[in-house]
């Protein structure tokens, strides 16, 4: 199917690209990853697109700052896959960039773009919401800061206003940190089934705090307080991952469509983190044996 006829224009500078936005209709062009196919399958109908590939060199960067990174909203799946730094004090990064769609979609797709479409199963939302990040978006009214739990509304639904832009997001990443994310899917370069994600943060040998978040059980990336909070102060152990496992099944009630059914679900739910949760301690660890309790 071809899309209805839509302006386009490509401005020089961001500051150009925000002043046509004010127009009603006209919508942001990152990667094309997900606005593109709502245009051809007539979901979406906009007046004109706004093409910011002029404009992408400015969105473009990786910037640290003690424990923060901030991250440009033009950077590609694969340019996140392949930052060496980020990758080596967050493997949340490669982990899930490495399990976005196709090599043409990890080529083209931006962070920013993903974040601004929400679908419920994109790897970046369940990232942000594990790290608690912040969005920064900007628009012709100036700049503002949004933590990530206030920006999500649910299934592509946000905060963002008409004419607004995300340009980056801030990302705590403490180096006594750990990471694991896995997801399953039906074939490779599918939406997940389920993925899980996990971050842990130590003191010494104990956990300090941890976060669980996983998706494809709910209409956004689900969180699990309760359960984390009981992991503060507690010893790895095959056990505790056993228990944790338990937990998660006992409390997710996901539906069922013709992908899987609620039980299946909820089994990829608990297996998944269970999995994470080893990703994680065995970061921290580097392949020590762990005890069963």
């Known amino acids: 199917m071809y899309p209805y006829p839509f302006d386009y224009v490509r401005p020089d500078t961001l500051e150009e690209a925000l002043v046509l936005a004010q127009e009603d209709g006209m919508k942001f062009l990152a990667g094309g990853q997900s606005l593109l196919p709502l245009l051809n399958l007539h979901v979406a109908e906009i007046k004109g697109v706004i093409d910011l590939q002029q404009v992408a060199p400015r969105l473009k960067f990786i910037e640290w ?34 399990c976005i769609g196709h090599p043409r979609i990890r080529q083209r ?27 920064i978006l900007t628009s012709s009214q100036g700049e503002r800061q949004i933590p990530f739990q206030e920006y999500l509304l649910g299934p592509m639904m946000t905060v963002l206003d008409p004419g607004e832009l995300i340009v980056a997001v801030d990302i705590s ?49 689900l969180t699990f307080p309760v359960i984390t909070r009981n992991l503060s102060d507690e010893y790895p152990s095959l056990g505790l991952i056993d228990d944790v496992k338990r937990a998660i099944e006992a409390e997710v009630d996901p539906p069922s469509d013709i992908l899987a059914d609620a039980s299946y679900r909820r089994h990829l739910a608990a297996t998944l983190v269970g999995r994470a949760l080893y990703q994680a301690i065995d970061d921290r660890f580097q392949g020590q044996r762990l005890m069963a309790k």
């Open 65 to 98: 700052e003690q424990d923060h990174v901030v991250l440009g909203s033009f950077l590609t799946h694969e340019e996140l896959h392949h930052a060496s730094l980020l990758g080596r004090r967050c493997p949340l990064f490669p982990m899930a960039a490495a």
């Open 109 to 135: 797709g931006t962070l920013g773009g993903s974040l601004a479409h929400a679908d419920p199963l994109a790897e970046w939302l369940l990232v942000m919401t594990l790290l608690e990040g912040k969005i």
């Open 173 to 221: 990443l403490p180096e006594a940190a750990s990471y694991g994310f896995v997801e399953m899917s039906r074939r490779p370069g599918d939406y997940a089934l389920v993925a899980a994600g996990v971050s842990v943060l130590w003191d010494q040998d104990r956990i300090a705090k941890a976060s669980i978040v996983v998706s494809g059980i709910s209409d956004v990336p």
